[in-house]
T-cell receptor, first 110, second 117 residues
């Protein structure tokens, strides 16, 4: 079973920040938080991952709470092309096996 | 640069036929994964290769499913005697490293949509 809980759907206005939450209250100390997204009819796309510290790359920022029980993926200026299903994944025991769950369906509105 | 490619992109099979789905991973990637994605669901893990070794096949639904990667690059997922419940998108992914810990960035192909009539 997936170790994460995400809202089923969210929406935001184009140009605004999209903040996608994820709960992972049973995360262990050496387990990473990964985010992937899947645009319709495409394969999943890696976005970002982190362990303890906040991370930022060209796509997004990842904010992990101090107790590591939750995190937020931030798309700073959402565009229509960011409409996708976003998956928060915590691979059990830091293994290679990604368990996707249901994800959050993000709709970016014009 | 070239990403992960899969062929065919679409496959229609009659129930009982055998099918073979091909995956070309990114050159030099050690790890290769197969996933199955049913309509409206997230991808589900099928199997994992490190080079030519199949280290995990725990997700394969039945013994009708068989995967190989004989030379540690191209992989083939074979489904024998297809059934209607095999209809899904089959995704292949590759990773530069072993895929564990903080090195689990997997690059996915576009998938093969299999429809079994």
């Amino acid at each position: 079973d997936a170790k994460t809980t995400q809202p089923t759907s969210m929406d935001c206005a184009e140009g605004r920040a999209a903040n996608l939450p994820c709960n992972h209250s049973t995360i262990s100390g050496n387990e990473y938080v990964y985010w992937y997204r899947q645009i319709h009819s495409q394969g999943p796309q890696y976005i970002i991952h982190g362990l303890k510290n906040n991370e930022t790359n060209e796509m997004a920022s990842l904010i992990i709470t101090e107790d590591r029980k939750s995190s937020t993926l931030i798309l700073p200026h959402a565009t229509l092309r960011d409409t996708a299903v976003y998956y928060c994944i915590v691979p059990m025991d830091s293994s290679y096996k990604l368990i996707f769950g249901s994800g959050t369906r993000l709709l970016v509105r014009p | 640069g070239a990403g992960v490619s899969q062929s065919p992109r679409y496959k229609v099979a009659k129930r009982g036929q055998d099918v073979a789905l091909r995956c070309d991973p990114i050159s030099g990637h050690v790890s290769l994964f197969w996933y199955q994605q049913a309509l409206g669901q997230g991808p589900e893990f099928l199997t994992y290769f490190q080079n030519e070794a199949q280290l995990d096949k725990s997700g394969l639904p039945s013994d009708r499913f068989f995967a190989e990667r004989p030379e540690g690059s191209v992989s083939t997922l074979k489904i024998q005697r297809t059934q209607q419940e095999d209809s899904a998108v089959y995704l292949c992914a590759s990773s530069f490293s072993s895929g564990t810990g903080g090195k689990n960035e997997q690059f996915f192909g576009p998938g093969t949509r299999l429809t079994v009539l």
